[in-house]
């Protein structure tokens, strides 16, 4: 069973950065791609970027686009999320998320989720 922990949420103002991480543990190998998703108050959870474990292929919302950016460390099972000028719309909770069959990396079909992490940004 593979398990996942975040860290690196926190309080930042408008404009400022952060770097969330995504430790994999437990039954982690033949991953197809890591991803990560966010929930605001009120909101259904969405799409933020995802990477694919075997050639490093990136995907991101429109939203974050030019201002995330996605990595990860194959031999610390580690995924990274960068988060430059961050809004205050960018507030929510962050999961991180494993798929481990092929499909596609913007749906939230995963299988297995981190706890989340708080993020959030004031103006």
């Known amino acids: 069973q593979g398990q996942l922990v975040e860290s690196g949420g926190g309080l930042v103002q408008a404009g400022g950065s952060l770097r969330l991480s995504c430790a994999a543990s437990?039954?982690?190998?033949?991953?197809?791609?890591m991803g990560w998703f966010r929930q605001a108050p009120g909101k259904e959870r969405e799409f933020v970027a995802a990477?694919?474990?075997?050639?490093?292929?990136?995907y991101y919302a429109d939203s974050v686009q030019d201002r995330f950016t996605i990595s990860k460390d194959n031999a610390k099972n580690t995924m990274y999320l960068q988060m430059n000028n961050l809004k205050p719309e960018d507030t929510a909770v962050y999961y991180c998320?494993?798929?481990?069959?092929?499909?596609?990396?913007?749906?939230?079909?995963?299988?297995?989720w981190g706890q989340g992490t708080q993020v959030t940004v004031s103006s």
């Open positions: 998320a494993v798929r481990v069959r092929p499909g596609s990396v913007r749906l939230q079909d995963y299988d297995y």
């Open positions: 437990g039954r982690t190998f033949g991953n197809y791609a």
């Open positions: 990477v694919r474990w075997s050639g490093g292929t990136t």
